[in-house]
């Protein structure tokens, strides 16, 4: 420990390995953030350090394909822009590119993960130890379509299908993640399912929405809520053992909430990063990060090199993570089809967007081609700089850098 808290501005130099615990969370927009107090995330933000501009993909899969292998989905390699759905056989592949967990298993450290999966059909048990996480103890996909609902569901145990009745979701995947914390892990990844829809009503010392839940929005925030108390719960115990911890959303919120999940509007895509452990410094940073980079960034704080192979499209943050300058020039995101789909196959459709510190790009959103949108003044995408027939000086000179930059796709 003493040698964690020694890490000075940048890793590398002789400085000691971290354990990392990475924590993501199902569609837990900004919006939903804003309007339902949550103090475990709050305090999170208090004592650690939060980046505003956190990009993802607008759908679940696709962001965890990010996460995993530190490529962009339309690479041919993965073709994953869109959703597992419950009649396609894709899988994330384990090659070309080298999954985080097993980069982390060859090393010769431990990666465990906990909650969802959803890279492939929920039946294909052997999937996550393909991937390197050793072991696997999760409900793959979401409770309705896995079968159950959140108090009793069928649950992967380390390649065998079992079955846990009576328990909260939400607190069995919490307490999952504090006994691999517990027993020293040095890659933990806890993937909670909420507040993915079904929507449901969590037991009631969870969370402090009055009662009656008579409506999804309620019941996302009591999950929400509960969510946080439960969290909360994980990523003390972890901090007091030594571990670094990310936590992030997915993608922004669903569309029966009012969200623009799915989507490549800031509400589909921009979430919420939370960082806590040791040598991070408090407070907000804004530099722009996107999902893909949590792979060399988990990499570099357990002391693994990055290879051609080991996330081609992953940038590290870590010295950003400690306090210290250098940021992306732009972030991505993209949609196309369902997990498996070339999105080339259908361009009118491959939903993209580019933004950089200021400006922002859409291509295809809405079958209505691009649209370019000034963020500073504009943060809610109401106002299209192309449709104005005398543009500012800087304008087309701004559309082409980022056409050009979505051009490298």
Not at 131 to 141: K, N, S
Not at 147 to 169: H, I, K, T
Not at 197 to 221: C, G, M, N, V, Y
Not at 312 to 324: E, I, M, N, W, Y
Request: charged content about 20%; hydrophobic content about 40%; aromatic content about 8%.
């Amino acid at each position: 420990m003493a040698g964690l808290l020694a890490l000075g501005p940048a890793l590398g130099q002789g400085a000691a390995p971290r354990k990392v615990l990475l924590v993501d969370l199902d569609d837990v927009g900004v919006e939903i953030l804003d309007a339902t107090e949550t103090p475990g995330l709050d305090a999170l933000s208090l004592r650690g350090r939060t980046f505003r501009r956190f990009y993802t993909a607008p759908m679940c899969t696709a962001t965890r394909a990010l996460m995993n292998l530190g490529a962009r989905g339309s690479r041919q390699e993965v073709l994953c822009t869109g959703n597992v759905s419950g009649t396609n056989t894709y899988k994330l592949p384990t090659a070309p590119f080298e999954s985080l967990a097993q980069v982390v298993t060859d090393q010769g450290l431990r990666a465990a993960k906990v909650g969802k999966w959803h890279l492939c059909d929920d039946l294909e048990l052997q999937h996550p130890l393909d991937h390197g996480w050793w072991p696997y103890v999760g409900v793959m996909g979401n409770p309705n379509p896995s079968g159950g609902d959140w108090f009793s569901y069928p649950e992967n145990q380390g390649g065998a299908l079992g079955w846990v009745a009576g328990v909260y979701m939400t607190t069995r995947e919490a307490e999952l993640g504090m006994r691999m914390v517990e027993q020293g892990y040095d890659l933990v990844s806890v993937s909670f399912h909420a507040i993915h829809k079904p929507f449901h009503e969590p037991p009631q010392a969870l969370h402090s929405i009055p009662l009656p839940l008579d409506t999804d929005w309620k019941r996302a925030q009591a999950a929400l809520q509960a969510l946080d108390r439960e969290l909360e719960r994980l990523v003390q115990h972890a901090e007091a053992l030594g571990y670094t911890v990310l936590v992030f959303s997915d993608n922004g919120l669903a569309g029966p909430l009012g969200g623009l999940k799915g989507t490549v509007w800031e509400g589909g895509v921009h979430t919420i990063l939370w960082a806590a452990g040791p040598g991070i410094p408090a407070g907000e940073d804004a530099a722009l990060i996107e999902a893909v980079d949590l792979y060399a960034t988990v990499l570099e704080l357990l002391g693994i090199p990055q290879t051609a192979l080991r996330g081609p499209d992953s940038t590290s943050f870590v010295p950003r993570l400690l306090g210290g300058g250098g940021s992306k020039s732009h972030v991505i995101a993209e949609r196309g089809g369902p997990a498996g789909v070339d999105p080339r196959d259908n361009p009118d459709l491959w939903r993209r967007m580019v933004r950089e510190d200021r400006y922002k790009l859409i291509v295809n959103q809405d079958g209505l081609g691009q649209r370019l949108f000034d963020l500073w003044s504009d943060p809610f995408e109401t106002t299209d700089l192309l449709l104005d027939p005398q543009p500012q000086p800087g304008v087309q000179l701004e559309l082409r850098r980022l056409r050009a930059l979505l051009g490298q796709l």
